[in-house]
Every structure is written in structure tokens, then in C-alpha cells.
């Protein structure tokens, strides 16, 4: 675990996320029955300061990603409704203005418009576009798929997904929604986090929380998608 790194950007956004409560440590029962030793709650995350933190932690992912040529280039980043559509206006904003790199922004509806513009879709046109999603967490990948879907139904191209925390977790069949979620938009590593569980744990040791971090260690060792 040690030989892991952590970036300044995940070390403030993990800070400033147990500020406002919207990262608890302790016992937490999830919908599929289990008991966490962690909680995060990415809605929690609402004031000006923390959302030019985490906009700023997924410009530096995606700039990074690019760089690697982890992820091809694209002309959109896509928020789904509804929480993903103040992160990526937000992270667009940032790539913008930090880096000088300009991309379209567009976001769906949970239903569709039947007057005015109409449709499902708000933004920039996808139609024959490449397509980069961010979303805060992903579990069933519900909010995901929906949006590839409308996005492909509009003429678009997903080439990749951000969420803002991996946990790490396998499903009750065994399998991982990453990987489910990687074969729909193009392969292994196509689905970045800004943070991961493994994050967690780093953290949680550089700060000497060695009593959650036994506890978080052994919920890895049971649940852990290790592939």
C-alpha cells in the first residue's frame, strides 16, 4: 500500500470532502446489503470551493489521461442528469481556462422535452462527435448506460467515462461494472476514477488512521475487485 502515490489535488478533494461530510468513516449498511467501512456521498459536495476542487481534480485526471494516451481525443464532456451535470460543466470550465483546452458541453434530461428544443439531450450536438462522460459514482452503472445510450442514439461516440470515486468493488455475480462499462466504450482503462478505494487506503496510512484502515483493508480482502 505505501508504494502507492497520492496527488495534492486527491489529498485536498479527500479533505475537503470529510469537511462537509460527504466522506464518513465508520458503518454503513449499501443497498446490496453490506456493511462499509466508508460512506461518500458526492451530493454533499455543493459549495463553491469544493466544486472548484473536484472540477480541478478532473481536469488534472483528464489531462493526464490524455497525455498517456489512456483515453483518444474527444469533443465533449458529458454530465448526466443530474449530478454529473454540475461536474462537467465545472470540469469543463477548468480545462478551459487552466489548460486552454476548449471542449463542447452537453448533458441529458431524464425525460424528454416535448416543446421548445425538444429531445433528451441539452448542449452541444453529439451527432458525429467523440464523447467523454464524467459521473460521481458508479455501482450498477444505471445513469452510465443511459446516458451512452441516448448519446449513441443521437449520433455520438462514447470514447471514455471519469468517475469521480472507484470502489473497487465486485458485484454480487462476481463481475465489475468498470470492466462491464469498459467494453461498451472501447476497452480496458476507458473507465478513469479521480479517486479509487485503494486511494482511500493511502490516505488513511500517510495520516497514521490505523484502526480504519485495518477495517478498510479487510473490507478490500473480501469485496476487492482485484483483476
Known amino acids: 500500500m505505501s508504494t502507492d502515490t497520492i496527488h495534492a489535488y486527491q489529498t485536498e478533494l479527500l479533505i475537503q470532502a470529510q469537511e462537509v461530510g460527504a466522506l464518513k468513516f ?10 462499509s467501512p466508508y460512506f461518500f456521498n ?28 489512456v483515453v483518444p481525443a474527444f469533443d465533449i464532456i458529458f454530465g448526466p442528469a443530474y449530478k454529473g451535470i ?10 478551459s481556462a487552466k489548460y486552454g483546452r476548449s471542449y463542447g458541453f452537453a448533458y441529458d434530461r431524464k425525460e424528454a422535452k416535448d416543446h421548445g428544443e425538444g429531445g433528451k439531450l441539452v448542449g452541444v450536438p453529439v451527432q458525429g462527435k467523440k464523447v467523454l462522460i464524467l459521473d460521481d459514482v458508479m455501482t450498477a452503472g444505471t445513469a452510465v448506460r443511459l446516458a451512452i445510450e441516448s448519446i449513441q442514439a443521437a449520433g455520438g461516440e462514447v470514447v471514455g467515462v471519469v468517475q469521480l470515486l472507484d470502489r473497487e468493488e465486485r458485484g454480487k455475480d462476481g463481475g465489475s461494472t468498470v470492466e462491464e ?16 478505494m485503494r486511494t482511500l487506503m493511502v490516505w488513511l496510512e500517510t495520516n497514521g488512521q490505523s484502526d480504519v484502515l485495518g477495517r478498510m483493508k479487510a473490507y478490500w480482502d473480501e469485496y476487492g475487485w482485484k483483476a
Not at 42 to 67: C, E, H, P, W
Not at 87 to 93: G, K, M, N, P, V
Open 181 to 196: 462499462v469498459e467494453a461498451i466504450v472501447g476497452g480496458k482503462r476507458r473507465v478513469l476514477s479521480v479517486l479509487k
Open 42 to 69: 458526492a451530493g454533499l459536495m455543493s459549495s463553491g470551493k469544493i466544486l472548484d476542487t473536484i472540477a480541478n481534480a478532473y481536469a488534472a485526471t483528464i489531462v493526464d489521461a490524455l497525455d498517456a494516451d
Open 86 to 95: 454540475s461536474l462537467a460543466a465545472c470540469t469543463a470550465l477548468v480545462l
Open 26 to 35: 465508520g458503518q454503513f449498511t449499501l443497498k446490496s446489503g453490506r456493511i
